[in-house]
């Protein structure tokens, strides 16, 4: 069984090495090379909080994010969260999971995009056609997590994802793999996860439909030929992200996370994530992070959050959490996140 742990290790390790033979990385860093870009917007204010600090910690729902071999050794739950981008931009993520016992968790996880509607504009009429056009995103998935043993967990994350510009569309299935290994160091959990791995994506639909001139020059022919516009396949934002959490044993009133991740995306540079978390007898958290460490001209740096928890009858336990992180120039983002576990 040892062994198994250990060669399960290096292929996920090994893995990054095999995309960064193929080409995953490379001195130029890619950025907005990739389709569906919106997966790779943190979720849950909780980790996001936690400067995105979160695969080997993926003790929430969040983790059918981060680390799908988290929702393992979660109790039954659900969370709702929502940031608010840029540009009044909005983005809701459901995620929930049911736990079966020895046999394994099952988790369900739902990411959509809410864009109000925008004038359709062209060069003769920049002022507005009088139509209008809106976008849509969504990530649906499938989980499957399950303790191997007392200290070692898998999962895997299979999703549809979609996306909609106006009467174009373009859909793909991926699948998010993780591990989590509860080391034999006190409070020392390793996290390994690779996001996002699937088909390309590319636009078809009505608006790629052109009125065609095969011989402008000659007044003749037919000028107005029907014809499709080809457009080009884009990969999703692949990731390999692992990481290392530490919890100090402080006794049951004062509890404490300090979490850092290594970042390897297919579309930048890697980069590091840092975050901690102290909360107070189980009731109220404060939380902080600096994400995309060492990444050249990146506008993401700290983050901090708050939470608090409340115990309801039983095992129904009620938690909100909030997050704010700085963006530099385009100035700073918002989550709320609401849970409930029983």
Known sequence: MKTFFVGLIICMMAGGS??????????????????????????????????????????????????????????????????????????????????????????????????????????????????????????????????????????????????????????????????????????????????????????????????????PVNSANNGRVPAELSTTEWSLPLNFRFGIAYRPDMGDMHKIILAVDAMHPSDDYESVNVGGEYSFDDFIAFRAGYKALFLTDSEESFSLGVGVRQHLLGNIALRADYCYQYFGRLNSIQKISVAMSF
């Open 18 to 215: 095999l995309a960064e033979a193929q080409g995953f990385k490379s001195d130029v860093s890619k950025k907005g090379t990739t389709a569906a870009s919106f997966l790779s917007i943190s979720q849950g204010a909780r980790a996001s909080a936690m400067g995105s600090a979160f695969v080997a910690v993926a003790d929430d729902w969040s983790a059918l994010y981060w680390n799908p071999a988290g929702i393992a050794t979660l109790q039954n739950g659900v969370m709702f969260d929502h940031t608010q981008w840029f540009a009044d931009i909005g983005y809701n993520f459901i995620a929930g999971s049911y736990n079966l016992g020895s046999i394994g968790s099952l988790g369900l996880s739902l990411i959509s995009s809410s864009v109000g509607d925008m004038p359709v504009t062209t060069v003769t009429q920049p002022e507005g056609t009088g139509e209008v056009f809106n976008v849509s995103q969504v990530a649906f998935s499938v989980a499957y997590a399950i303790r191997l043993t007392d200290d070692f967990a898998i999962g895997f994350n299979p999703k549809f994802v979609y996306e909609r510009i106006w009467k174009m569309t373009a859909a793909a299935m991926a699948i998010d793999v993780g591990v989590q290994y509860v080391t034999p160091f006190e409070g020392i959990v390793l996290g390994m996860s690779i996001s996002n791995y699937g088909q390309k994506m590319h636009m078809t639909g009505q608006n790629a439909v052109v009125l065609y001139d095969e011989d």
